[in-house]
T-cell receptor, first 114, second 115 residues
Framework: KAGVTQTPRYLIKTRGQQVTLSCSPI?????VSWYQQTPGQGLQFLFE???????NKGNFPGRFSGRQFSNSRSEMNVSTLELGDSALYLC?????????????FGEGSWLTVV | AQSVTQLGSHVSVSEGALVLLRCNYS??????LFWYVQYPNQGLQLLLK??????LVKGINGFEAEFKKSETSFHLTKPSAHMSDAAEYFC?????????????FGIGTKLQVIP
């Protein structure tokens, strides 16, 4: 069974640009959530999508957005990139939403903003 | 809000020695608790999950954790450390209710295994 797949794995962007990251959840999983990992802030929740609806959002500016498609695949977008957006972005999926569900993480997308 | 506290951002043990990574949670209601491991340049891998079915939870790679409500703790242990255990370990919690999926992570503990 394939795990959570994230693309691209590595990318370098310039300040002011925008970036789109993609995530394919485990087959049968309908919930997708995104996390940002940085050395200074650790792992922080960005948002969760379930059945194409955003269920919950973390404390991030509006430059961070996401969406989920009918096949449960998800994308997140960061506009007007800042140096501080350099991070590992992790996608996770679970079968359902709700706190008891186990979430499984992808390998992440490493974003460097220069 | 739910939170977890990991004591010790760095832990060093000798190969073959006991591994003990500490995690305390703050909650008036027993939450769902997890331990994840992250190897260099990789994503997070689930080690084990507490769901109130049993206080002693066995995970992969010989790790286990014991839920102690009286101490609000969920420490991770392994009887004998192996070189391949060197990684960063995260304790995490999700709320008992809310109908949504949000994981709150601890700061992580980097485990160094000394040969």
């Amino acid at each position: 069974k394939a795990g959570v797949t994230q693309t691209p794995r590595y990318l370098i962007k310039t300040r002011g640009q925008q970036v789109t990251l993609s995530c394919s959840p485990i087959s049968g999983h309908r919930s997708v959530s995104w996390y940002q990992q940085t050395p200074g802030q650790g792992l922080q929740f960005l948002f969760e999508y379930f059945s194409e609806t955003q269920r919950n959002k973390g404390n991030f500016p509006g430059r961070f957005s996401g969406r989920q498609f009918s096949n449960s695949r998800s994308e997140m977008n960061v506009s007007t990139l800042e140096l501080g957006d350099s991070a590992l972005y992790l996608c996770a999926s679970s079968r359902g939403t709700g706190s008891g569900n186990t979430i499984y993480f992808g390998e992440g997308s490493w974003l460097t903003v220069v | 809000a739910q939170s977890v506290t990991q004591l010790g951002s760095h832990v060093s043990v000798s190969e073959g020695a006991l591994v003990l990574l500490r995690c305390n949670y703050s909650s008036s209601v027993p939450p769902y608790l997890f331990w994840y491991v992250q190897y260099p340049n990789q994503g997070l891998q689930l080690l084990l999950k507490y769901t109130s079915a049993a206080t002693l939870v066995k995970g992969i790679n010989g790790f286990e954790a014991e839920f102690k409500k009286s101490e609000t703790s969920f420490h991770l242990t392994k009887p004998s450390a192996h070189m391949s255990d060197a990684a960063e370990y995260f304790c995490a919690v999700t709320p008992d209710s809310g109908g949504y999926q949000k994981v709150t992570f601890g700061i992580g503990t980097k485990l160094q295994v000394i040969p």
